[in-house]
Protein backbone atom coordinates (compact mmCIF):
# COMPACT_ATOMS: atom_id res chain seq x y z
CA UNK A 1 0.00 0.00 0.00
CA UNK A 2 1.66 3.09 -0.95
CA UNK A 3 2.45 5.40 1.97
CA UNK A 4 2.21 9.57 1.70
CA UNK A 5 4.33 11.48 3.79
CA UNK A 6 1.46 14.29 3.54
CA UNK A 7 3.00 18.03 5.01
CA UNK A 8 0.08 20.26 6.19
CA UNK A 9 -0.27 23.15 3.30
CA UNK A 10 1.56 21.60 0.87
CA UNK A 11 2.67 20.13 -2.60
CA UNK A 12 1.68 17.14 -0.99
CA UNK A 13 -2.00 17.49 -0.95
CA UNK A 14 -1.78 17.04 -4.74
CA UNK A 15 -0.77 13.29 -4.06
CA UNK A 16 -3.94 12.62 -2.15
CA UNK A 17 -6.29 14.19 -4.74
CA UNK A 18 -4.74 11.81 -7.48
CA UNK A 19 -5.01 8.85 -4.86
CA UNK A 20 -8.60 9.86 -4.41
CA UNK A 21 -9.40 10.20 -8.11
CA UNK A 22 -8.13 6.46 -8.42
CA UNK A 23 -9.59 5.20 -5.44
CA UNK A 24 -6.58 3.73 -4.75
CA UNK A 25 -5.48 2.44 -0.81
CA UNK A 26 -3.17 4.37 0.41
CA UNK A 27 -1.71 5.81 4.17
CA UNK A 28 -1.02 9.17 4.72
CA UNK A 29 1.74 9.74 7.36
CA UNK A 30 0.89 13.19 8.87
CA UNK A 31 3.88 15.95 9.19
CA UNK A 32 3.11 19.15 10.33
CA UNK A 33 4.97 22.62 9.58
CA UNK A 34 6.56 24.26 12.61
CA UNK A 35 4.26 26.84 13.34
CA UNK A 36 6.46 29.63 13.43
CA UNK A 37 8.97 28.77 10.83
CA UNK A 38 6.75 27.55 8.49
CA UNK A 39 9.36 24.57 7.50
CA UNK A 40 9.03 21.58 7.47
CA UNK A 41 9.64 19.24 10.64
CA UNK A 42 12.81 16.85 10.82
CA UNK A 43 10.54 13.96 10.78
CA UNK A 44 10.67 14.01 7.20
CA UNK A 45 14.21 13.61 6.90
CA UNK A 46 14.14 10.25 8.07
CA UNK A 47 12.30 9.27 5.04
CA UNK A 48 14.48 11.15 2.82
CA UNK A 49 17.69 13.15 2.91
CA UNK A 50 16.12 16.01 1.24
CA UNK A 51 13.33 16.48 4.30
CA UNK A 52 10.74 17.74 1.82
CA UNK A 53 7.02 16.45 1.21
CA UNK A 54 5.66 15.30 -1.18
CA UNK A 55 7.18 11.93 -0.34
CA UNK A 56 5.69 8.28 -1.04
CA UNK A 57 6.77 5.11 -0.03
CA UNK A 58 5.51 2.07 -2.13
CA UNK A 59 7.21 -0.90 -0.56
CA UNK A 60 11.04 -0.29 -0.69
CA UNK A 61 10.86 2.31 -3.42
CA UNK A 62 10.89 6.03 -1.73
CA UNK A 63 9.92 8.47 -4.32
CA UNK A 64 10.28 12.90 -4.22
CA UNK A 65 9.54 15.29 -6.34
CA UNK A 66 5.33 16.01 -7.74
CA UNK A 67 5.67 15.47 -11.03
CA UNK A 68 7.63 12.69 -10.52
CA UNK A 69 5.03 10.97 -8.14
CA UNK A 70 2.09 11.60 -10.02
CA UNK A 71 4.05 10.08 -13.24
CA UNK A 72 5.21 7.17 -10.96
CA UNK A 73 1.55 6.27 -9.52
CA UNK A 74 -0.64 6.49 -12.53
CA UNK A 75 1.96 4.82 -14.60
CA UNK A 76 2.15 1.89 -12.34
CA UNK A 77 -1.25 1.97 -10.90
CA UNK A 78 -3.78 3.68 -12.76
CA UNK A 79 -4.63 0.65 -15.01
CA UNK A 80 -4.43 3.37 -17.83
CA UNK A 81 -6.62 5.87 -16.09
CA UNK A 82 -5.67 9.84 -16.10
CA UNK A 83 -3.30 9.66 -18.56
CA UNK A 84 -3.80 9.50 -22.47
CA UNK A 85 -2.67 7.02 -24.48
CA UNK A 86 1.05 6.66 -24.63
CA UNK A 87 0.71 6.50 -28.97
CA UNK A 88 -0.64 10.17 -28.93
CA UNK A 89 0.54 13.33 -28.95
CA UNK A 90 -1.58 14.42 -26.21
CA UNK A 91 0.77 11.95 -24.16
CA UNK A 92 3.43 14.32 -24.78
CA UNK A 93 1.51 17.32 -24.14
CA UNK A 94 0.75 15.79 -20.53
CA UNK A 95 4.43 15.17 -20.00
CA UNK A 96 4.88 18.89 -20.76
CA UNK A 97 2.45 20.05 -17.96
CA UNK A 98 3.74 17.73 -15.48
CA UNK A 99 7.02 19.23 -15.93
CA UNK A 100 6.00 22.73 -16.86
CA UNK A 101 3.99 23.03 -13.48
CA UNK A 102 7.17 23.15 -11.06
CA UNK A 103 9.81 23.37 -13.73
CA UNK A 104 8.62 26.95 -14.95
CA UNK A 105 5.60 28.31 -13.42
CA UNK A 106 6.14 27.94 -9.83
CA UNK A 107 9.63 30.01 -10.08
CA UNK A 108 8.20 33.70 -9.98
CA UNK A 109 5.37 32.79 -7.52
CA UNK A 110 8.35 31.23 -5.28
CA UNK A 111 10.27 34.25 -5.70
CA UNK A 112 7.26 36.45 -5.03
CA UNK A 113 6.85 34.84 -2.09
CA UNK A 114 10.85 35.09 -0.65
CA UNK A 115 11.52 38.85 -2.19
CA UNK A 116 7.98 39.35 -0.11
CA UNK A 117 9.83 38.96 2.63
CA UNK A 118 11.92 41.62 2.23
CA UNK A 119 9.39 44.01 2.32
CA UNK A 120 10.93 47.25 0.24
CA UNK A 121 14.27 46.35 0.25
CA UNK A 122 12.82 43.78 -2.65
CA UNK A 123 11.44 46.46 -4.59
CA UNK A 124 14.19 46.43 -7.40
CA UNK A 125 12.96 42.74 -8.43
CA UNK A 126 9.51 42.79 -7.90
CA UNK A 127 8.79 44.57 -11.39
CA UNK A 128 10.55 41.42 -13.24
CA UNK A 129 8.73 38.96 -10.72
CA UNK A 130 5.45 40.35 -11.54
CA UNK A 131 5.78 40.42 -15.39
CA UNK A 132 6.81 36.77 -15.01
CA UNK A 133 3.84 35.85 -12.60
CA UNK A 134 1.51 37.82 -15.53
CA UNK A 135 3.70 36.10 -18.35
CA UNK A 136 3.14 32.66 -17.15
CA UNK A 137 -0.97 33.06 -15.67
CA UNK A 138 -1.51 34.40 -19.27
CA UNK A 139 -0.01 30.88 -21.34
CA UNK A 140 -2.16 28.81 -18.33
CA UNK A 141 -5.41 30.87 -18.69
CA UNK A 142 -4.99 31.03 -22.84
CA UNK A 143 -3.97 27.21 -22.57
CA UNK A 144 -7.63 26.36 -21.03
CA UNK A 145 -9.85 28.54 -23.55
CA UNK A 146 -12.36 26.34 -24.46
CA UNK A 147 -11.24 23.14 -22.47
CA UNK A 148 -12.74 21.82 -19.72
CA UNK A 149 -8.84 20.05 -18.99
CA UNK A 150 -5.53 20.67 -19.54
CA UNK A 151 -5.14 17.91 -22.11
CA UNK A 152 -8.09 15.65 -23.92
CA UNK A 153 -11.30 15.28 -22.62
CA UNK A 154 -10.92 14.04 -19.22
CA UNK A 155 -8.98 14.91 -16.06
CA UNK A 156 -5.26 13.66 -16.36
CA UNK A 157 -2.58 14.22 -13.78
CA UNK A 158 -1.63 17.12 -15.61
CA UNK A 159 -4.36 18.81 -14.07
CA UNK A 160 -3.66 17.98 -10.54
CA UNK A 161 0.33 18.56 -11.14
CA UNK A 162 -0.71 21.92 -12.58
CA UNK A 163 -3.22 22.53 -9.67
CA UNK A 164 -1.34 25.04 -7.33
CA UNK A 165 -0.68 27.71 -10.14
CA UNK A 166 -4.66 28.51 -10.93
CA UNK A 167 -4.44 27.98 -7.04
CA UNK A 168 -2.12 30.46 -6.20
CA UNK A 169 -3.22 32.85 -8.42
CA UNK A 170 -6.57 32.49 -6.73
CA UNK A 171 -4.83 33.24 -3.32
CA UNK A 172 -3.37 36.36 -5.02
CA UNK A 173 -6.35 37.76 -5.84
CA UNK A 174 -5.82 37.44 -9.47
CA UNK A 175 -8.62 34.98 -10.91
CA UNK A 176 -10.98 38.30 -11.85
CA UNK A 177 -7.82 39.12 -14.67
CA UNK A 178 -7.80 34.85 -15.97
CA UNK A 179 -11.58 33.63 -16.54
CA UNK A 180 -10.85 30.53 -17.75
CA UNK A 181 -8.34 29.55 -15.05
CA UNK A 182 -11.25 30.15 -12.99
CA UNK A 183 -13.87 28.21 -14.84
CA UNK A 184 -11.13 25.14 -13.97
CA UNK A 185 -10.98 25.61 -10.33
CA UNK A 186 -14.79 25.74 -10.36
CA UNK A 187 -15.10 22.40 -11.73
CA UNK A 188 -12.14 21.02 -9.94
CA UNK A 189 -13.44 21.94 -6.65
CA UNK A 190 -16.51 20.49 -7.37
CA UNK A 191 -15.18 16.82 -7.98
CA UNK A 192 -15.89 14.19 -4.83
CA UNK A 193 -12.26 13.10 -4.93
CA UNK A 194 -11.18 16.96 -4.42
CA UNK A 195 -13.47 17.52 -1.71
CA UNK A 196 -12.05 13.76 0.22
CA UNK A 197 -8.57 14.43 -0.52
CA UNK A 198 -9.35 18.24 1.24
CA UNK A 199 -11.15 16.39 4.39
CA UNK A 200 -8.28 14.06 4.62
CA UNK A 201 -5.23 16.25 4.06
CA UNK A 202 -6.84 19.51 6.04
CA UNK A 203 -7.50 22.93 4.61
CA UNK A 204 -4.32 24.88 3.05
CA UNK A 205 -3.96 28.66 2.07
CA UNK A 206 -0.78 28.95 -0.32
CA UNK A 207 -0.04 32.70 0.50
CA UNK A 208 1.79 34.35 -2.05
CA UNK B 1 13.65 16.81 -38.52
CA UNK B 2 13.68 18.54 -34.92
CA UNK B 3 14.51 22.06 -35.08
CA UNK B 4 16.25 23.25 -31.61
CA UNK B 5 15.68 27.34 -31.02
CA UNK B 6 18.79 27.54 -28.50
CA UNK B 7 19.73 30.77 -26.41
CA UNK B 8 23.30 31.55 -25.78
CA UNK B 9 24.21 30.37 -22.70
CA UNK B 10 21.02 28.92 -21.45
CA UNK B 11 19.17 25.74 -20.52
CA UNK B 12 19.08 24.46 -24.45
CA UNK B 13 22.50 23.28 -24.39
CA UNK B 14 21.53 20.44 -22.71
CA UNK B 15 19.55 19.39 -25.92
CA UNK B 16 21.91 19.65 -28.07
CA UNK B 17 24.15 17.57 -25.91
CA UNK B 18 21.21 15.09 -26.31
CA UNK B 19 20.88 14.98 -29.76
CA UNK B 20 24.82 14.96 -30.24
CA UNK B 21 24.24 12.05 -27.96
CA UNK B 22 21.85 10.11 -29.84
CA UNK B 23 23.78 11.33 -33.34
CA UNK B 24 20.09 12.41 -34.41
CA UNK B 25 19.64 14.90 -37.22
CA UNK B 26 18.60 18.35 -36.20
CA UNK B 27 19.31 22.18 -36.83
CA UNK B 28 19.94 24.83 -34.65
CA UNK B 29 17.82 28.45 -34.68
CA UNK B 30 20.23 30.53 -33.05
CA UNK B 31 18.31 33.73 -30.21
CA UNK B 32 21.11 35.61 -28.86
CA UNK B 33 20.33 37.35 -25.11
CA UNK B 34 19.82 41.04 -24.81
CA UNK B 35 23.62 42.33 -24.60
CA UNK B 36 22.14 44.87 -21.36
CA UNK B 37 19.24 42.89 -19.73
CA UNK B 38 20.33 39.59 -20.97
CA UNK B 39 16.95 38.83 -21.24
CA UNK B 40 15.78 36.37 -24.44
CA UNK B 41 15.33 38.62 -27.67
CA UNK B 42 11.80 38.42 -28.90
CA UNK B 43 11.90 36.21 -31.28
CA UNK B 44 11.39 33.45 -29.21
CA UNK B 45 7.85 34.35 -28.34
CA UNK B 46 7.26 33.73 -32.16
CA UNK B 47 7.39 29.86 -31.41
CA UNK B 48 5.91 29.44 -28.61
CA UNK B 49 3.63 32.86 -26.20
CA UNK B 50 6.28 31.96 -23.21
CA UNK B 51 9.60 33.13 -25.39
CA UNK B 52 12.11 31.08 -23.28
CA UNK B 53 14.53 28.89 -24.56
CA UNK B 54 14.66 25.71 -24.78
CA UNK B 55 11.86 24.91 -27.50
CA UNK B 56 11.74 22.21 -29.85
CA UNK B 57 9.91 22.39 -33.19
CA UNK B 58 9.48 18.52 -34.61
CA UNK B 59 6.78 18.76 -37.52
CA UNK B 60 3.50 20.37 -36.13
CA UNK B 61 4.20 19.56 -32.51
CA UNK B 62 6.32 22.09 -30.51
CA UNK B 63 7.75 21.56 -27.06
CA UNK B 64 8.97 23.77 -24.13
CA UNK B 65 10.19 22.88 -20.94
CA UNK B 66 13.70 20.93 -20.45
CA UNK B 67 12.78 17.69 -18.45
CA UNK B 68 9.78 17.30 -21.20
CA UNK B 69 11.89 17.73 -24.50
CA UNK B 70 14.87 15.46 -23.07
CA UNK B 71 11.36 12.84 -22.06
CA UNK B 72 10.32 13.57 -25.56
CA UNK B 73 13.40 13.31 -27.41
CA UNK B 74 13.95 9.80 -25.89
CA UNK B 75 10.81 8.54 -26.29
CA UNK B 76 9.82 9.53 -29.60
CA UNK B 77 13.37 9.02 -31.55
CA UNK B 78 16.14 7.21 -28.73
CA UNK B 79 15.21 3.56 -29.98
CA UNK B 80 15.40 2.51 -26.51
CA UNK B 81 18.84 4.53 -25.97
CA UNK B 82 19.29 6.58 -23.36
CA UNK B 83 16.48 5.73 -21.09
CA UNK B 84 16.29 2.27 -18.40
CA UNK B 85 13.74 -0.09 -19.08
CA UNK B 86 10.44 1.04 -18.98
CA UNK B 87 9.88 -2.13 -16.94
CA UNK B 88 12.36 -1.57 -14.13
CA UNK B 89 12.44 0.62 -10.97
CA UNK B 90 15.58 2.10 -12.84
CA UNK B 91 12.97 3.96 -15.21
CA UNK B 92 11.18 5.36 -12.05
CA UNK B 93 14.35 7.16 -10.88
CA UNK B 94 15.37 8.29 -14.15
CA UNK B 95 12.08 10.15 -14.45
CA UNK B 96 12.72 11.08 -11.02
CA UNK B 97 16.02 13.23 -11.69
CA UNK B 98 14.00 14.40 -14.52
CA UNK B 99 11.75 16.59 -12.48
CA UNK B 100 13.92 17.00 -9.49
CA UNK B 101 16.60 19.18 -11.50
CA UNK B 102 14.04 22.00 -12.09
CA UNK B 103 11.57 21.17 -9.98
CA UNK B 104 13.60 21.03 -6.92
CA UNK B 105 17.15 21.71 -7.50
CA UNK B 106 17.05 24.88 -9.35
CA UNK B 107 15.15 27.05 -6.77
CA UNK B 108 17.67 27.76 -4.58
CA UNK B 109 20.20 28.53 -7.34
CA UNK B 110 17.84 30.69 -8.80
CA UNK B 111 17.08 32.50 -5.62
CA UNK B 112 20.59 33.15 -5.35
CA UNK B 113 21.16 34.62 -8.58
CA UNK B 114 18.04 36.74 -8.26
CA UNK B 115 18.43 37.88 -4.71
CA UNK B 116 22.08 38.58 -5.50
CA UNK B 117 21.35 41.52 -7.01
CA UNK B 118 19.93 43.26 -4.46
CA UNK B 119 23.26 42.99 -2.58
CA UNK B 120 23.14 43.99 0.86
CA UNK B 121 19.40 44.06 0.77
CA UNK B 122 19.01 40.55 0.15
CA UNK B 123 21.09 39.71 3.21
CA UNK B 124 17.85 38.63 5.59
CA UNK B 125 17.65 35.76 2.69
CA UNK B 126 20.82 34.87 2.29
CA UNK B 127 21.19 31.76 5.45
CA UNK B 128 17.77 30.22 4.25
CA UNK B 129 19.43 29.94 0.26
CA UNK B 130 23.24 28.69 1.12
CA UNK B 131 21.67 26.15 3.32
CA UNK B 132 18.67 25.02 1.05
CA UNK B 133 21.79 24.87 -1.66
CA UNK B 134 24.48 23.07 0.24
CA UNK B 135 21.32 20.60 1.36
CA UNK B 136 20.73 20.29 -2.80
CA UNK B 137 24.10 19.92 -3.36
CA UNK B 138 25.42 17.37 -0.53
CA UNK B 139 22.25 15.24 -2.00
CA UNK B 140 23.25 15.34 -5.42
CA UNK B 141 26.60 14.82 -4.45
CA UNK B 142 25.39 11.47 -2.28
CA UNK B 143 23.81 10.19 -5.04
CA UNK B 144 26.51 10.12 -7.18
CA UNK B 145 28.72 8.53 -4.47
CA UNK B 146 30.10 4.85 -6.00
CA UNK B 147 28.33 5.33 -9.07
CA UNK B 148 29.35 6.73 -12.71
CA UNK B 149 25.82 8.26 -13.64
CA UNK B 150 22.76 9.22 -12.24
CA UNK B 151 20.70 5.86 -13.21
CA UNK B 152 22.01 2.25 -13.78
CA UNK B 153 25.89 1.90 -15.23
CA UNK B 154 25.46 4.04 -18.08
CA UNK B 155 24.70 7.49 -19.59
CA UNK B 156 20.88 8.46 -19.67
CA UNK B 157 18.45 11.44 -20.00
CA UNK B 158 18.53 11.84 -16.24
CA UNK B 159 22.47 12.40 -16.72
CA UNK B 160 21.63 15.68 -19.07
CA UNK B 161 18.84 17.25 -16.97
CA UNK B 162 20.55 17.19 -14.55
CA UNK B 163 24.23 18.30 -15.23
CA UNK B 164 23.07 22.14 -14.90
CA UNK B 165 23.27 21.34 -11.09
CA UNK B 166 26.88 20.28 -10.53
CA UNK B 167 27.97 22.74 -13.53
CA UNK B 168 26.66 26.09 -11.35
CA UNK B 169 27.80 24.46 -8.54
CA UNK B 170 31.23 24.38 -10.30
CA UNK B 171 30.57 27.99 -11.23
CA UNK B 172 30.02 29.07 -7.49
CA UNK B 173 33.50 27.41 -7.03
CA UNK B 174 32.06 25.17 -4.75
CA UNK B 175 33.29 21.55 -6.59
CA UNK B 176 35.74 20.92 -3.57
CA UNK B 177 32.87 20.16 -1.38
CA UNK B 178 31.84 17.69 -3.42
CA UNK B 179 34.35 14.81 -4.79
CA UNK B 180 31.42 12.31 -6.46
CA UNK B 181 30.08 16.06 -8.62
CA UNK B 182 33.72 17.16 -9.11
CA UNK B 183 34.45 13.33 -10.54
CA UNK B 184 30.90 13.33 -12.78
CA UNK B 185 31.64 16.30 -14.71
CA UNK B 186 35.02 15.25 -15.63
CA UNK B 187 33.05 12.27 -17.30
CA UNK B 188 30.93 14.53 -18.90
CA UNK B 189 33.25 16.71 -20.33
CA UNK B 190 35.75 14.10 -21.59
CA UNK B 191 32.59 12.81 -23.75
CA UNK B 192 33.00 13.62 -27.65
CA UNK B 193 29.22 14.84 -27.62
CA UNK B 194 29.62 17.40 -24.73
CA UNK B 195 32.84 18.31 -26.83
CA UNK B 196 30.53 18.62 -29.93
CA UNK B 197 27.52 20.03 -28.62
CA UNK B 198 30.09 22.93 -26.71
CA UNK B 199 31.01 23.45 -30.28
CA UNK B 200 27.86 23.80 -31.72
CA UNK B 201 26.08 25.86 -29.12
CA UNK B 202 29.07 28.00 -27.85
CA UNK B 203 30.14 28.39 -24.58
CA UNK B 204 28.29 28.86 -21.52
CA UNK B 205 28.65 30.06 -18.11
CA UNK B 206 26.24 29.50 -15.28
CA UNK B 207 27.40 32.98 -13.19
CA UNK B 208 25.52 32.18 -9.84
Redesign the interface.
Known amino acids: MIKVHHLNESRSQRILWLLEELSLPYEIVQHTRDAKTRLAPPSLTDVH????SPVIQDGA?V??????II??IIR?HGGGRLAPDAAS?DY?RY??W???A???AM?PL??NM??G??GE??A??HPRIQSEIA??L??VN?SLAGRDYFVGDSLTGADIQMSFVPEVAKAMGKLADYPHMAAWIGRMHARPAWKTALDKGGPYALGA
Do not use: C, T, W
Not at 49 to 52: A, D, M
Not at 63 to 68: D, N
Open positions: PLGKLVIESGADYRADQQLHYEGSLMLYVRLAGPLNHAFD
